[in-house]
């Protein structure tokens, strides 16, 4: 069965600085993976998609996702956030031919002033 | 494009009564999907249906909760003599390929 951890539940940084969320999978193959976010009273957002090819994908407000097949991993990261960028973070797999999305327990990100 | 939409996006419901959620998948998606999201048990799986019949209802409750589409423009949740363990958000969604896209959610409240 596939799995979606995120290790961090809160993770809190300053205005301008760089964000790395984290995320490891367990699948036996190499899964479709997603990165959504929630804001308040929101339902989920896609910001990005890894299916095959560049492990380094681009997605939306400068988001970017590593794909590391080595080490199961499939982590987020921007440069430089902002306040706006304070929400929760969830990582995602669905099987490749499959149909259910399996959800990581989600990462609350604080961006402080 | 208004993506998934959900009705109502709020409901209050007191213990015993009955429950109806609806869904409008975006036009044209083969796959619709509900889950529940709770703080403890985080985003959970409940049922999924492609070209409109029913494929997995895995996640269900089985004894309360039951599921419908009956055409391709909706699909309802329906949940019988709720419970205060029911209260969840229940999210709503669909897709054509990999991608699922997500409604709003509707935030169910069991008094």
């Known amino acids: 069965a596939q799995s979606v951890t995120q290790p961090d539940a809160r993770v809190t940084v300053s205005e301008g600085a760089s964000l790395q969320l984290r995320c490891k999978y367990s699948?036996?193959?190499?899964?479709?993976l997603f990165w959504y976010v929630q804001y308040p009273r929101q339902g989920l957002q896609l910001l990005l998609k890894y299916y095959s090819g560049d492990p380094v994908v681009q997605g939306v407000n400068s988001f970017e996702a590593e794909f590391s097949k080595s080490n199961s991993s499939f982590h987020l990261q921007k440069a430089s956030v902002h306040w706006s960028d304070s929400a929760v973070y969830f990582c995602?797999?669905?099987?490749?031919?499959?149909?259910?999305?399996?959800f990581g327990s989600g990462t609350r990100l604080l961006v402080s002033p | 494009n208004a993506g998934v939409i959900q009705t109502p996006r709020h409901k209050v419901t007191g213990k015993g009564q009955e429950a109806t959620l609806w869904c409008e998948p975006i036009s044209g998606h083969s796959a619709v999907f509900w889950y529940r999201q709770t703080i403890v048990q985080g985003l959970e799986f409940l049922t999924y249906f492609r070209n409109q019949a029913p494929i997995d209802d895995s996640g269900m409750p089985k004894e309360r909760f039951s599921a419908q589409m009956p055409n391709q423009s909706h699909s309802t949740l329906k949940i019988q003599s709720t419970q205060p363990q029911d209260s969840a958000v229940y999210l709503c969604?669909?897709?054509?390929?990999?991608?699922?896209?997500f409604g709003k959610g509707t935030r169910l409240t069991v008094v």
């Open positions: 969604a669909s897709s054509l390929g990999a991608e699922v896209f």
């Open positions: 995602a797999l669905r099987r490749t031919g499959g149909y259910k999305v399996v």
């Open positions: 699948y036996s193959a190499t899964p479709y």
